[in-house]
């Protein structure tokens, strides 16, 4: 298959050419992916080679399992369904502390959406490193929801379908692993804390709570990403 029938053809056609045998479709699909694959890991597992591993695993189970796709879901909610899998995998067997519930209903995005100042590049720079260590504070499954919908901008429903879970439970993960982040983050702008909501409690689940960590550590390469896997 040349370089123009492969650019034109959809994800799923791909994945069916890759089950018939084609030995380029797959890096196709690689190649399409794999950036926002290696953001959720990375994000998730807050570590570079724990997050390439789960990546590499996750790009080796689909290009076993790939027969067994039955077009019920988008090929890249799949992809992000076996991605996150893999993640939670690598976070249960390396999960060894676990922070206490508290009783606060703030909302994330009160926090961590102040206004920003002139330094805020370099001033949410470090609130993104200090967010990713908060985050493998929390139950792997509360880490994903939040990854996927307060980071990577995901609706709800559509990580409920990644997570394979109900939406309700997508919800109820979201607002347990803000609550337990908040006292983590909050002497990092403790303004959030007094203020109080502009938009009456308003709904933001189809939106971002926390910023996404953005910069050239969250693009780069897998370890054999753009090959076969």
Not at 36 to 49: M, S
Not at 54 to 65: C, E, F, G, N, T
Not at 80 to 86: E, F, G, L, S, Y
């Amino acid at each position: 298959m040349d370089d123009a029938t492969i650019g034109g053809a959809s994800d799923g056609e791909l994945l069916a050419r890759h089950v018939d045998g084609d030995p380029d479709a797959f890096s196709e699909i690689v190649r399409r992916h794999r950036d926002r694959l290696w953001a959720v890991a990375l994000r998730t597992l807050g570590d570079r080679e724990e997050a390439a591993d789960a990546v590499q695993d996750a790009l080796v189970s689909a290009y076993r399992a790939a027969h067994t796709f039955r077009g019920q879901s988008a090929v890249t909610t799949w992809l992000h369904r076996i991605t996150v899998n893999a993640c939670l995998d690598r976070a249960r067997k390396a999960a060894s502390r676990r922070t206490s519930p508290v009783d606060d209903t703030e909302r994330l995005e009160q926090l961590l959406e102040p206004h920003e100042s002139a330094a805020a590049p370099a001033e949410r720079g470090d609130l993104h490193r200090e967010l990713l260590r908060a985050l493998r504070t929390l139950p792997p499954e509360q880490r994903a929801a939040l990854v996927l919908v307060d980071m990577q901008g995901y609706p709800v429903a559509e990580a409920a379908r990644v997570l394979d879970v109900p939406t309700g439970t997508v919800k109820s993960r979201c607002a347990r692993g803000r609550a337990r982040l908040l006292p983590l983050l909050s002497h990092l702008h403790p303004k959030g804390r007094d203020s109080s909501p502009s938009d009456g409690g308003r709904n933001r689940t189809q939106g971002t709570s926390v910023p996404p960590t953005a910069g050239p550590n969250d693009t780069d390469a897998v370890k054999g990403g753009g090959g076969r896997a």
